[in-house]
């Protein structure tokens, strides 16, 4: 049973760049979120996608966008990169049925790095 | 809306002593309560979870913790940690509800077994 897998695993972009990450949840599940992990921090929630739509949005701007396909997988767009936007992007999945009590199963990220 | 605040950004210990990681929260609303842990370079993996019921909850690799309500508290304990045990690890709150609500996570407590 293949867990949360992340593409790319590293990637280097220049200021002002666009980039698309890329996420498949586990088997089975039907919600994503996308978390920001800067450095010595502990991760940010970005946003849940579930049923295509957003449904919660955390404290980032609207350069930060995303996007959930019918086969649940999802992509993070982050426009107009600052030096700033340097950090581990985690990918997470559960059920959104049952509630919040269900178990939120991570990625092993992908590390963007602006220069 | 939640915080997480974990006392100790770093927690030295040599194998087989005990350990004792901290977390308190505040909530306005119910929550649930999570230890996770971060391998370097890898992403976050679930240690244990409180959601109702008995207030001490263990993984099976040993940990434990234990939910204050008055003290609103979640510390992480080992009786007998492993050098194997380093790592990241970070306390989370979940809103309770019938929906899937995001994580918040702490700053993280680093841990740090040496022989």
């Known amino acids: 049973d293949a867990g949360v897998t992340q593409s790319p695993t590293h990637l280097i972009k220049t200021r002002g760049q666009q980039v698309t990450l890329r996420c498949s949840p586990k088997s089975g599940h039907d919600t994503v979120s996308w978390y920001q992990q800067a450095l010595g921090q502990g991760p940010q929630f970005i946003f849940q996608y579930y049923e295509e739509e957003e449904r919660q949005r955390g404290n980032f701007p609207d350069r930060f966008s995303g996007h959930q396909f019918p086969n649940y997988s999802s992509e993070l767009n982050v426009n107009a990169l600052l030096l700033g936007d340097s950090a581990l992007y985690l990918c997470?999945?559960?059920?959104?049925?049952?509630?919040?009590?269900?178990?939120?199963?991570f990625g092993e990220g992908s590390w963007l790095t602006v220069v | 809306a939640q915080s997480v605040t974990q006392l100790d950004s770093q927690v030295p210990v040599f194998e087989e002593a005990p350990v004792e990681l901290r977390c308190n929260y505040s909530s306005s609303v119910s929550v649930y309560l999570f230890w996770y842990v971060q391998y370097p370079n890898q992403g976050l993996q679930l240690l244990l979870k409180y959601l109702s019921g008995s207030t001490l909850v263990k993984s099976i690799n040993g940990f434990e913790a234990e939910f204050n309500k008055s003290q609103t508290s979640f510390h992480l304990r080992k009786p007998s940690v492993h050098i194997s045990d380093t790592a990241e690890y970070f306390c989370a709150v979940r809103e309770n509800s019938n929906s899937g609500y995001a994580l918040n996570f702490g700053k993280g407590t680093s841990l740090l077994v040496t022989p």
């Open positions: 997470a999945s559960s059920l959104f049925i049952g509630g919040s009590g269900n178990t939120i199963y």
